[in-house]
């Protein structure tokens, strides 16, 4: 572990590239997506966004505004998952950034391939209505989520000292928000998973369970 520390301190350029990158693309959204951008920092305490633009998004999820936040969403997890393995996990080798890429595919192709095998689980049902309505909330909160953890994230990662600490934190309180991400998407849905629940339990199998196994019995 302490080898894995040592690396990482020594190459923190490409880390603070990313943080750059993800600076620059939150920009871009205030000014060009000021007021939405403001609505979906306060998703957790108002659920104003998704009743304002959910009809107006729900033909379109593939947006500039959702893409962009999906590109921080990527990176920002990316980094969570790669800094846990380098604290919590095996030790990191020189080729640390091939490892961060590595990770952030994965990511991605996970995140793509969950949202084809929704489609065609809709298209199965003949539920677009109701998928379009729990996915368009998933993704958001999910997007409120990463917008908070952002801060804390920085902090873990550029504290002198304790950072382990820090991190260890940062990482309750990402749990804390998906578990609450995870109440509200129930909540504020909870008539259509009650008049689909062989669909949402269908769902809940292969696009959250099954995923979380297969990971689990790889990194173990």
């Not at 379109?60 to 919590?88: D, E, G, K, M, R």
């Not at 991605?108 to 689980?121: A, C, E, M, N």
């Not at 934190?169 to 509200?184: D, G, Q």
Request: charged share 10%; hydrophobic share 60%; with cysteine.
């Amino acid at each position: 572990m302490f080898e894995a520390k040592e690396i990482i301190y020594q190459n923190k350029d490409w880390v603070t590239l990313i943080f750059f990158a993800i600076l620059l693309i939150l920009t871009f959204l205030k000014i060009l997506f000021k007021e939405r951008l403001s609505q979906i920092l306060t998703l957790f305490l108002s659920k104003k966004y998704l009743l304002i633009h959910f009809n107006k998004d729900r033909s379109t999820i593939l947006s500039v505004f959702q893409i962009s936040l999906f590109v921080v969403q990527s990176l920002i997890l990316s980094l969570i998952i790669y800094f846990s393995f380098a604290y919590f996990g095996s030790s990191l080798n020189e080729s640390n950034f091939t490892q961060f890429l590595s990770i952030l595919l994965g990511v991605s192709l996970y995140f793509g391939i969950r949202y084809l095998v929704g489609l065609f689980l809709t298209f199965l049902f003949n539920l677009k209505l109701e998928h379009s309505k729990i996915i368009y909330d998933k993704v958001n909160y999910f997007n409120n989520l990463i917008l908070w953890i952002i801060p804390f994230l920085i902090i873990s990662i550029y504290a002198q000292n304790f950072h382990i600490i820090f991190f260890k934190i940062t990482c309750v309180i990402f749990l804390i928000l998906l578990a609450i991400r995870y109440i509200l998407v129930l909540s504020n849905n909870k008539k259509l998973i009650f008049n689909n629940l062989f669909y949402f339990i269908l769902y809940l199998c292969a696009l959250e369970i099954a995923p979380l196994l297969i990971i689990i019995k790889l990194t173990i």
